[in-house]
């Protein structure tokens, strides 16, 4: 059976501090893994990463896979009240099925 | 950009009715998904379709059927409603091929069964 497991479920931190979120995974098939952020409504798509070792930016955000300890760290510096949500860490299984999603870290920063 | 539209926003419903939920994505996308999410349990697939007409079942298809009759539209159906199927449900579309795979989610449905 698949597993996922996030690590932590739940952190706060103030504003401007680093944080890194933990995902690691047990996945059939192993093909990529996506990181999203959830605020309220629909997970938004941050970042996509299918091979180990290669660190994936965007702004303050970065993550990178280890697919030999079948694990992801998802770090986010600088952090601002905006970071504020919920990110999801998805392994994706080959073929045309969904993801298998953790369940989740809630990221909360404090002004 | 990829647009992911959910028919309702809320929904309440009884024990026992059929529940029709309804998603469309306007880029012609040949994967379709149905999610649902609770606390402390994450997200969960029910069910997925990778072309008109075809179907698969995911982690808990219990409860749910689905219908795609068109490429753009997937509905997921709650043939005799309960409880336990108050969720937040969560659909999502992507395209073939690894280099655009990401699903888009529209925004949920929150059903809530009396």
């Known amino acids: 059976e698949d597993k996922v497991v996030q690590s932590p479920l739940s952190l706060v931190v103030h504003e401007g501090d680093t944080v890194t979120l933990n995902c690691s995974y047990e996945?059939?098939?192993?093909?990529?893994l996506l990181w999203y952020k959830q605020e309220k409504k629909a997970p938004t798509f941050l970042f996509m990463l299918?091979?180990?070792?290669i660190e994936k930016k965007s702004g303050r955000l970065s993550s990178i896979l280890d697919k030999k300890e079948l694990f992801s760290i998802l770090n986010i510096t600088a952090t601002q009240t905006g970071d504020s949500a919920v990110y999801l860490c998805?392994?994706?299984?080959?073929?045309?099925?969904?993801?298998?999603f953790g369940k989740g870290t809630h990221l909360i920063i404090q002004p | 950009d990829v647009k992911v539209t959910q028919s309702s926003r809320y929904l309440v419903k009884r024990t026992g009715e059929k529940v029709f939920l309804e998603c469309v994505q306007d880029?012609?996308?040949?994967?379709m998904f149905w999610y649902r999410q609770d606390p402390g349990l994450g997200l969960r697939l029910i069910y997925f379709?990778?072309?008109?007409?075809?179907?698969e079942k995911g982690d808990i298809p219990e409860g749910y059927s689905v219908s795609r009759e068109k490429k753009e539209r997937f509905s997921l159906i709650l043939e005799s409603a309960s409880t336990n199927q108050t969720s937040m449900y969560l659909c999502?579309?992507?395209?073939?091929?690894?280099?655009?795979?990401?699903?888009?989610f529209g925004d949920g449905t929150r059903l809530s069964i009396l």
């Open positions: 999502a579309s992507s395209t073939l091929g690894q280099a655009n795979w990401p699903q888009h």
């Open positions: 996945v059939t098939n192993f093909r990529s």
């Open positions: 299918t091979s180990s070792g």
């Open positions: 998805a392994p994706r299984r080959g073929g045309a099925d969904g993801l298998t």
């Open positions: 880029m012609d996308h040949e994967n």
């Open positions: 379709s990778y072309d008109v007409k075809m179907k």
